[in-house]
């Protein structure tokens, strides 16, 4: 699997198979994930509930419950594969190398401690010793936006809005600037003013730190703003992957063009929207074969019997199905 | 010819108090908020947090009770009775909420909680009413085996429609909608706002659609207003309010809204990035002043009225000040 | 961290997975297991018993202060009555206490509590005023200034100690109505037009009796012991009842000499409190969703 751009690659996810054993039975949640990053990029991962979007990020970080078990797979950084490090090395990659920012930041902020402590421990923790902490973690979040860092550095969590509590928690995320931003949902609980705003951030930390980030989201409308390549994920598998604008103008899987023929904004007022038939399957009991195919207009005998790999159809595109839209066969 | 829904003046102010008795400040959730609705009309409510849509929506739902302004449904102002009128007259106005999950009681199934409403107000003889649950499920397009279910059983999507099937009980004439599709996935809202319109069609109903999903609004609305901070600043024509926006709020919305940036060529407001000074909104002056990228010096201390940009779209800016001048009372006959 | 995928897992009925959980941890199910033992003996000890009408309280002046021996494994007392069998009886009046007692306290606590937290107001402002008179009592206190009125006996003592514990439940269903009536169901309800009673009838008492049910659990102990205690100082049970404070009390200068007879009846005390207990806190932890955990295989 080769990456559209010609960037060297930073993270690549091969064949990652992962199950949580729970009360009902055994779940399906990732089935042969295939993921790559390059360096100074900003990578959508999309799908709704149930997509194994989220999963895949606490794979990478190795952070999953009890429950969970990665089966097979392959998550190299940099050349080393996470799944086979030990704990100590693992401790020292999460915050440094790979960092994380969560849909609410309140996940990452102690309520009961100013944010000049709470990063001093961050880089305390990571470093050992923050040397000329203050100048640094000024720097760091005027970089994030603050046009007067003193007065959030003295603040406590509660009296920052929602949109500067995610600038801070950037901010935490960044301080050992890592080569891997993972942004779970960062906007999703914040307006719409606001998420503008930190897309925008989180582009410029890709053109002036080089940082590549991994941005998961449900909403196709960010992808567009932020992203320069997307994946498409459906119940646990990658469906699709390209540069935006590929995947957004010429979908190739006919899951991403029911989602992208589902937004309001392609239909005018009064029609009805078309809809995907069918709802997403139990990752319990998961369908045979392309997982879509209960779902799927075009579904035939191989789409039932074996699963598609995601393989290259046009340069810089990757898709998961035996009839790609726009395939002459 | 009467409006179906008539708010005039509504105010809600909470008082914040410390300690028991302490006045220390107060909250104006909202300040001033004329609106109507017609009958079959689909009426649009749009803004980010705490602007206050969702208070806008209890008070027309009388969950609340407004500080002062009136709300008059089919002419009669629902604040001012009680008893078994008010409960006559809530049989014409329901709502759907947004989080299906928290609107249902995790304890009834599906069926109780459709024929809840029938029961209240016993207008089937008890024979009839499984009968009539089962109808208002095929019509929401629910299957006789999900009548058993408890929602944490059903899905998001399942659960709205039964929250539908709920609303429609009565017969309403006009439903409100408080973000009925934030919580769901792309593919589930689809199937969701396709069955709020065959619904309206079929009932002949008139939605008071609150939400802050600009493509969404612009998909289902007939008028659209936007409001900030307590206030309507802009109202108009949906497809107006879209294609002409006159409040510089309304643009900064546009202009960040994801969807809008895909394929509109877009418009020229800058969003910014680093954080802007905060800024208090002044006393008596235009509460956007602080965030307003064409700010002058008399709208930090003078308030916009509703100023005429066409023949129904109004916007509260002192851009337009050349344009006609007119209240919203006018605007509106 | 809660993972969407996980979440969809259809539920079994809450019953059944309570069940498994508490199979599970063998605290609690040490604990669950002695109450059924202590039930099943209760509703059986007529038959259970070797000799019942000694039991009763029949005397049996020949046999007195015999050690344990293979007729008689607990021995016997001052007038002679066979010391299992009066266990075996007092466990039928101990479960009447624990459930009499705690069932009269709900029953008054809990819709007190329901209405001052739902309505707030006026209504909530006096009801946590006579909450609080009685709460400033120590407990054991009030009940047996209540006693001393009513006079001693088991009902009587039943009837206090009732009275004593309603405030505990108005306050915690008082804190459970105060989250409910926010919730968005509640609106819901009242924009179809559902009246304030059956709102808290059926919207909000259903979703707030867990904790009641969890609490009524554990003080059931709180209860037998009280009780025994009350006996004990003689304004409960009164002779010939086989109520094991009662025993207790009786027997406790024979500690030295014949320390079989105090002791059984302190033992079986014991066993049921600790019971109530452990299943009490095992329930609390099953059902509190921020310690609940998936189960593992």
Redesign the interface.
Known sequence: MTASEPGPQLLDVSELKLTFQTVEGTLYALDNVDLHINRKEIMGLVG??GSGKSVTALSILQVLPDNGRIVQGRIVLQGEDLLKTNAEKLRRIRGVKVAVVFQDPSASLNPVFTIRSQMKDMILSHEGEAQDFEGRVSKLLQDV???NPERILDSYPHELSG??QQ?VALAMALSCSPELLIADEPTTAL???T???I???LK?IRDTRGTSILLIT?????V??ACDRVAVMYAGNIVEVGSTEQV?RSPTHHYTK??LD????T?S??E?????RG??PSLLDPPSGCRFHPRCPFATEVCISRKPKLEPFRPGQLVACYHPIGDSA | MTPLLEVTELRKHFTLRSGLFRKVGIVKAVDGVSFSIDAQQTYGLAG??GCGKSTVA?CV?R?MEPTSGEVKIEGRNIHAIKGNE??QT??N???I???PF???????TAASLIA??LR??RVLPKQKVSDRVLELMRTVGLDEEHASKYP??L???QNQRV?VA?ALA?SPKLVVLDEPTSSL???????I??LF??IQKREGLSYLFIS?D???L???TDVLSIMYLGRIVETGPSEEVFKNPSHPYTQ??L?????????EAGFKVE?????E?AGVPPENGCKFYPRCPYRMEKCKTNDPPLYKIGEKHLAACFLHENEPFAFYQEANN | MQLKAAQ?I??RSEVQLIGASIRRDALTMAGFAIILLFVFVAIFAPFLAPYPNEGAGEPNPPNKFLPPSYAHPFGTDYLGRDVLSRVILGSQVSLVVAVVVIALAILIGTPLGAVAGYFGGKVDEVIMRVTDVFLSFPSLLLAIILLATLGPGLTNAMISLSLTWWPWYTRLMRAQALSLRE???V?????????NL?ILL??VL??AITPVLVQGTMDMSSAILAEAGLSFIGLGAQAPSPEWGLMVSTGRIYILNFWWFPTFPGLAIFAVAVAFNLLGDGLREILDPKTRRFVQQ
């Open positions: 709704e509930t936006g603050f046009p949109g500067m600038r307006d719409v003013v998420q503008a705003q897309i925008a951030l410029r449900h909403n196709l409308g960010i567009a703003m957004f029911g989602l589902a937004l309001p904004k239909v007022k009064g009805m929207l078309p809809v995907i709802s997403i | 980010e947090t209890k739902l969950i008010l409960k809530r049989r106005i329901q709502a909420f947004q989080n928290m609107s249902l009681d995790p304890r009834m809840e409403p209240t107000h944490h059983e899905s998001g999507g929250a709920r009565l996935d792309v593919s589930v809202q689809a199937q706002l396709n319109t065959e802050h600009l493509s969404v612009r998909y289902l900064l919305l202009a960040s809204v994801p969807e809008f940036t895909l394929t969003v910014p990035d680093r954080i000074a | 969809r259809r539920r919730r968005a169901y609106d819901a309800a009242k924009v179809i037009g559902v009246s059956w059926r919207h259903p979703n």
